[in-house]
């Protein structure tokens, strides 16, 4: 019999306006469960709970856990959404508390959400458990930043299962481990969920905080198991070792749970521009194709990745269907907990038949049996999509999941190779717990925990850089050395001095206004900061856009305003490279690719506003904040020159320096003088420092000088506003083109945000004897592997840009692929193919091969 979903994917392939937009369809063949019987070793009282839940076998992953768990073997699960992997870790933790009645577990979740709903699925267990047997098994309770004050103690000394997240074990646990006395020395287990989430500057955090409870535990007296739960990365064995410093730990990623078949589709909004390569807005599309859903009464999720995005589907689906009024709902962080629990029963109830929400409701929150997802962007990472798309299908029904693409490069990347979705995951998280920024804090905070003893180990950091560490706090004052011990000495509490989700030490915080006060609602570094929250910025705290209308750079704070514009910012920076050290070097193709050590001296200088939906560019405003220094990994090359010759003689190349005739500096002075000495850009008047001469029309453009040299093709502009218009020509160029497309695509390969790296064109680079370079980077100071990553991937993410601006469908560069075209129509797309060939983007292979 054929279902609803079905119907409707008929219709969609059938209807000539959708066809060519729905570019690609994977579908998923329907399996059946594989089963094996209860352990032969399980309690029976345990199972008898099961059975009453309707649970009468085990998947053969969650036995496979079960089999590990019980030869002492750390396990890390990596099955789909929906599979149970959620009863393939309780079944070993709750056997082991009924077997040790005193014995302990510690559950750690990345989300509130997340640590709320396996509290009620372990009280529910509980309870069926006292129905039957007539006495509870065990306690469990969340300790975190909503546990009220007079509540603490209690669950300090009752439960016996405590869920809470890294940032509370971090600050309010492991510092205060001697009121968790009883807690840490029956310590059995500990379950790590969503360890996917922890890579990158977090992720290093997080493996710091586990060197400091594996610490307290041995001082304790106990050795717990641990279980890891993640979503599809290409690491998970490496990363739950490098997370933990264990090696004893296997992976179960064979699914042994049922599905339905599942059409998983790659849309892409038609061209409304086809010169500028405009699409309509994602959002638009998928408000259109949850209409269509809502009509066939299929209940659907839509993931929007800003609260704001929601807000507005939200509102155009109550207008455009105001029948179905009290069956679409949003569901994000912002509301009040009471609210999303009810919205998550309707949703298990049927009662709710399209829900819009943010990756809130990525994580394993129970929301029952969805049929439809749809994806409004690329969520950022294949596992993320992952995650979203299997919220539909959860049980053995028909399912579908879209994945609209917006125009941003690495959604037009995806729906023109689908393979790489489909076929297999690149993705790789990457963590450095030894970065000395990140490390040096957790270090002192161990120390506060409990003396270090002459000899011991934390975690794999190198026992000589250790000790050298240990003697610099000795020399501070902070440590005092006793029998070989070292003894924290001051009063300060370290751990409060530690953000996990930044590497500096100088944090500042965000304020926003309410009433006649200010209330803090998060926290940046110092370093992130200029460029994140700088005046006149847009910037997005847990999906909500705010406005930045001050920056007190010696209070370290920045004041916000809710923001409901249609814009986002982009800070504009200009930035000077050193060397510090060349590593190693390797050739690739006409190239040869360095990789070391930087200096990076960068001030913010402005920024631009541009539209979410269609990525145009509004304006450019001009400011000026602090510079700022990181030293950080890196990998750099240069063009080689008979390349640059190539594209020279093809009229290709756009980097040499202009020769601008002998009547330039007379020229220049009058040009200076028509403008009285002001910027045309910003209007700052000269003072003594020496403006410069532009030229509106690219100089190189013109048959000759005189051409070129017309006074108005001229204008006055202050050294940072011509930096700036610079920076746009270059854009133009071949060498532009291929960093902001190499930018695009990395994250990709690497797993990572856009933010955390950076592509520039330095000229005259002190890198590379004085010659123009294509430099990467981390904005993280020190670096967390990302260069590194890059440097062995290269020739992929190469061809990958080739696959990429060769596929695109616009006249003369876009935002999808080399950057929208200027306003003279000089798009630089043609330039960038053309220098991608001759580096040998065109052979090889990519990630979609």
Known sequence: MTTAIEHLINEWQSKKTLQENFVYCHTQARCVAKTTPFPADLDDRL??????QGIHSLFEHQSLVWDNVHAHRGVVITTPTASGKTLAYNLPVLQQLLESPHATALYLFPTKALSFDQLNNLTEIADKFRELHQFPPFVAASYDGDTPQSMRKTVRDNATVILTNPDM??????????????????????????MHTYRGVFGSHFANVMR??????????????????????ANPLEHARHLLNEDDIVLV???????GEKYFFLYNPPVINKELGVRSPASVEGIHLAGDLLRYHIQSILFSRTRRGVEIILHQLKQRYPVALHEIRAYRSGYLAEERRKIEADLREGQTRVVVAT??????????????AILVSYPGTISSTLQQAGRAGRSDKPACAILIASANPLDQFLVKHPTYLFGRTPEHVYIDPNNLLILINHLRSACFELPFKEGERFGDLDPDLLKALLSMFV?????????GKFFWMRDAYPASDISLRSASGVIVTLQVAQGDRFVTVGEVDELSSYWMVHPGAVYLHEGQMYFVEEYDLEKKSVHLREFHDDYFTEAVKHSELSLVMQEKNRGSGALVLAYGEIDVTSQVIGYRRIRWETRELIDQQTIEMPSQNLRTPAVWFAIPELVANQLREADLWSNDANAYGPLWPAIRKLVKRRDEYRCRLCGVKENGQSFHVHHKIPFRRFANPEQANEMDNLITLCPACHREAEQNLRKKSSLSGLAYVLHGLSPLHLMCDGGDIEVNVDEDSALVDGETVIVFFEMVPGGVGLAQAFY????????????LVSACECKDGCPACVGPAGENGIGGKVETLALLRLLGGDEGDGITE
Not at 47 to 52: D, G, I, K, S
Not at 173 to 188: A, D, K, N, V
Not at 359 to 372: C, R
């Open 792 to 803: 062995e991937s290269f020739e992929k993410i190469l061809h990958d840009a080739y696959l």
């Open 359 to 372: 990756s809130a409701l990525e994580l394993g929150i129970d929301i029952g049996n969805l049929d439809a």
């Open 47 to 52: 199972a008898a709970v099961f059975v009453r």
């Open 475 to 483: 020399q501070s004052g902070e440590l005092v050395e006793k029998n």
């Open 253 to 259: 990623n064979e699914d042994g749970a049922p599905h």
């Open 169 to 194: 074990l971090h600050l309010g646990i492991l510092p205060h481990h001697t009121g968790w006395e009883r807690f840490f020395c029956q310590l059995s287990f500990v379950v790590i969920d969503e």
């Open 212 to 233: 400091r409870l594996r610490r307290v535990s041995e001082f304790y007296g106990s050795a717990p198991k641990f279980i890891l739960t993640s979503a599809t990365i």
